[in-house]
């Protein structure tokens, strides 16, 4: 899993395009909380948090649910933002 960064230029590119994804989820949805995984076979899954009355979930419970949901075996990065 990736540490905390501040300069996401000092990622590897697959990294960083996690990040730029997790971002995007963040801000295209409206949440606090923006977060993408991506598994053994370099297919990611992007999420936003969940808030609603009957669930919450932070993104990355979310992200990685839907990874799971789609068969993935295991995960080799994720990334997660936030406000």
């Not at 990736?2 to 990294?15: I, K, N, V, W, Y």
């Not at 909380?33 to 991506?38: I, P």
């Amino acid at each position: 899993m990736l540490g905390t960064m501040t300069q996401s230029t000092e990622l590897h590119p697959e990294d960083r395009k996690i990040v730029t994804l997790a971002r995007s989820a963040r801000a295209r949805n409206g949440v606090a909380e923006g977060a993408a995984v991506r598994d053994e076979t370099g297919r990611t899954y992007v999420a936003g948090t969940v808030t609603l009355d009957s669930l919450q979930l932070s993104a990355l419970r979310t992200a990685v649910a839907m990874a799971v949901a789609s068969g993935a075996r295991s995960l080799e990065a994720a990334a997660v933002v936030t406000t």
